[in-house]
């Protein structure tokens, strides 16, 4: 997990992104105060590197900077004050670096010739004055061991391991089809443009939930690997914050709801945000559904965002997960699905 390819180029150019890593000895060493992130509190690609920052105890080493949920617009993300004194957002920071008014400008800085796309998250190096990364996986996997050595040694934010050796094989094959099937699922069912292709995108979302909800109860939870807490509760957990308040109506999947359908995730959800540190604090309900409902007009043209479902997350924590019956969406086109699926 520590072995990194220094060979690869950082930025290979306007077409790419930006692939460095934070590590002892490498281009980008781990120092305090010199990477600052940039996010939005919608983006679920966004949402599980600054988990990993919350949970690895670098709130302090790392300040972020957070664009406003909407508008998006042709100019991209914009923070507070983009368009005059009045132009605020509860919950958006100013770019606290340069005091752009738009993301796409910090990104210019790195490269003026830059081609892709202005997204979240975004790591910039203060002292090098450039970009870092902006790859979520990549940082996602680094982010655990990049800045132990700034860390209290024997600390338990030092020691969190979300990639242990004796888990790998099985988080490997497990982060496959969460990352394909739930993380990019539920966008390919939300932006398809016809018929055939939302039921094509649709149903891997439900035939995964019905995977994971087997899964977690088979390892009697509270995590997804049983007692160990690892990348695949981090790599699932913001699409399931998400998917009753916005995915369900918005990208019309609507099979059926975690709280309603799935018992089981429903309570390995509500356990990571009551119950563990960063989960909650890294959630906010505004931002995501208001980012989704006011930006997608070909989706939702009238910018209405739903009230519901209320609350946003319930409370009360079952944590015997063995005496829950796990639940299943039993369309018929969904259980043939989840037969593509290793088995638990």
């Known amino acids: 997990m520590t072995e990194y390819d220094q060979t690869r180029p950082v930025h290979a150019g306007p077409e790419d992104g930006w692939h460095g890593v934070v590590a002892p000895g490498s281009r980008f060493p781990p120092e305090s105060s010199r990477y600052h992130l940039y996010i939005g509190y919608f983006c679920p690609f966004a949402h599980r590197v600054n988990l990993v920052r919350v949970l690895k105890g670098l709130d302090s ?27 605020t957002y509860e919950g958006s920071t100013p770019d606290k670096l340069f005091g752009s008014k738009y993301l796409h400008e910090v990104y210019f800085r790195a490269d003026k010739d830059y081609k892709g796309k202005y997204s979240v998250p975004f790591l910039w190096d203060i002292k090098g004055n450039t970009a870092v990364n902006n790859e979520s996986l990549e940082m996602l996997r680094w982010f655990q061991t990049g800045f132990n050595e700034i860390l209290p040694e024997g600390s338990p934010q030092r020691n969190l391991n979300l990639y242990p050796e004796h888990l790998r094989a099985k988080i490997d094959e497990v982060s496959r089809w969460v990352t394909r099937d739930l993380n990019s699922g539920v966008y390919k069912a939300g932006f398809a443009r016809d018929q055939a292709s939302y039921e094509k995108g649709v149903i891997p979302v439900f035939a995964a939930w019905n995977q994971l909800e087997q899964l977690i109860q088979k390892n009697g939870g509270p995590y997804v690997l049983g007692k160990e807490f690892t990348e695949l509760d981090i790599l699932a957990y913001p699409t399931a914050i998400r998917f009753d308040v916005v995915y369900v109506q918005h990208f019309k999947c609507n099979l059926g709801t975690i709280r309603g359908n799935y018992p089981v995730i429903h309570e390995w959800l509500k356990n990571l945000y009551w119950n563990v540190k960063g989960f909650r604090e890294t959630t906010n309900f505004k931002h995501i559904k208001e980012n989704y409902t006011k930006s997608h007009h070909d989706i939702n043209p009238l910018s ?3 009230l519901g479902p209320y609350p946003d997350i319930e409370g009360g924590v079952n944590l015997d997960f063995n005496s829950i019956k796990p639940g299943v969406i039993a369309h018929p086109s969904v259980l043939e699905q989840q037969k593509n699926l290793p088995a638990v």
Request: glycine share 14%.
């Open 304 to 306: 209405i965002t739903p």
């Open 61 to 87: 080493a790392i300040d972020i900077s957070v664009v406003k949920a909407y508008p998006k617009g042709e100019k991209g993300w914009s923070f507070p004050g983009a368009n005059g004194p009045d132009d």
